[in-house]
C-alpha cells in the first residue's frame, strides 16, 4: 500500500505581509526614528554648533579617553576570548563549568554593581585602598579604574561568541595538522585561526561597540572628572543635564556613527568572504 505523497504546505500571504509589517514597524519605531531623532537635534542650531561641540576641548578628552580605553580592552579581550574558547572546547577538566558561569557574569550583574565592586577593590576606603595610598597609585577616578571597569563589562563577548564555534568544528583538524608535523603555533594559525575568524571578528565588534558606549560601570569609577575621566557617554550625559542638548546630541552622533562604521566594516567583511568563496567554487 503506497502512502500518498505530501506537498510542502504554504502559510497564506497575509501571514507573511502581517510578519513583515510588524517588522519593520518595530524598526522604525525602535531604532530608525531614534537614530533620526540623533541627528536632527544634532545639527538643529546648524554645522557651526555641531562642529564646535566637537571640538570643545573637554569633548576631544573624552573622545580621546573613549579610544584609549577602546585600544586597551579589545585586545585584552581577545586574548582572553581566544584562550578560554580553546581551554573550554579542546580540554575536559574540573571546574569547566564554573569558568562557563563565570564568563557569563557580566552579562548578568549590573554594570553598576560592577563598578561598585572595584570602587570596594581599589577605592580610598577599600580593601587595598590604603596600599595603593601609600603607593601614590590611583585606579579609581582615574584611567585604570575606567578600563577595568569596562574590560570586566565587555570580557564576555569574544568568548561567548568563539566558544560555540570552537565545540561545533571540533579537534579533528588540529589533531591532523599536529600528526603532518605542524607545531602548535602553526596550527593556530594555519588550521584554527581561519575555521573561527568570522566568530572572532563578531565578538571582536560586538566587544568594541560596548566598549565605546559603556556607561554605567564607567560611571561608577569615574568621578567625572572633566577633560581626565569622562568618556563619551558621560560627556553627553553631562552636557544633557546642563541643559546643552544640541551639544549632547552632536556628541551622541559621533558615537552613533562609529557604531554604523562598524557594522558596516563587519557587513563589507562578510560579504567579500562570500564573493571569495563562490570565486573559488
Not at 168 to 179: L, P
Not at 186 to 207: E, S
Not at 232 to 237: A, D, T
Amino acid at each position: 500500500m503506497s502512502l500518498p505523497s505530501l506537498k510542502p504546505q504554504q502559510d497564506p500571504v497575509w501571514v507573511k505581509w502581517s510578519l513583515m509589517i510588524v517588522t519593520f514597524a518595530f524598526l522604525g519605531l525602535f531604532l530608525l526614528l531614534p537614530l533620526v531623532a540623533v541627528f536632527y537635534e544634532a545639527f538643529k542650531q546648524g554645522w557651526a554648533l555641531y562642529i564646535g561641540s566637537l571640538l570643545d576641548k573637554d569633548a576631544l578628552a573624552a573622545i580621546r579617553l573613549t579610544l584609549l580605553t577602546v585600544l586597551i580592552v579589545v585586545p585584552l579581550n581577545t586574548l582572553f576570548g581566544i584562550t578560554a574558547a580553546w581551554l573550554i572546547s579542546k580540554y575536559q577538566f574540573r571546574g569547566k563549568g564554573l569558568l562557563i558561569t563565570l564568563i557569563d557574569l557580566p552579562l548578568a550583574v549590573s554594570p553598576v554593581i560592577s563598578g561598585l565592586i572595584y570602587v570596594l577593590l581599589f577605592g580610598r576606603q577599600g580593601w587595598f585602598g590604603p596600599w595603593l595610598i601609600d603607593h601614590d597609585i590611583k585606579i579609581i577616578f582615574a584611567v585604570p579604574g575606567i578600563v577595568l571597569a569596562t574590560a570586566f563589562v565587555t570580557f564576555s563577548f569574544v568568548a561567548r561568541e568563539l566558544i560555540p564555534v570552537m565545540q561545533a568544528q571540533g579537534t579533528e583538524e588540529e589533531e591532523a595538522s599536529i600528526i603532518l608535523g605542524a607545531t602548535g603555533w602553526q596550527t593556530f594559525w594555519r588550521v584554527t585561526l581561519p575555521n573561527i575568524k568570522w566568530g572572532l571578528l563578531y565578538g571582536v565588534i560586538m566587544c568594541n561597540a560596548r566598549a565605546m558606549g559603556e556607561f554605567g560601570a564607567v560611571s561608577v569609577v569615574s568621578g567625572h572628572i572633566r577633560g581626565l575621566t569622562n568618556t563619551m557617554p558621560l560627556h553627553v550625559e553631562i552636557l544633557y543635564n546642563e541643559y546643552k542638548s544640541s551639544a549632547a546630541f552632536a556628541v551622541a552622533s559621533l558615537l552613533t556613527v562609529l557604531a554604523l562604521i562598524t557594522l558596516i566594516l563587519k557587513s563589507f567583511i562578510e560579504a567579500r568572504s562570500h564573493s571569495g568563496r563562490g570565486g573559488a567554487k
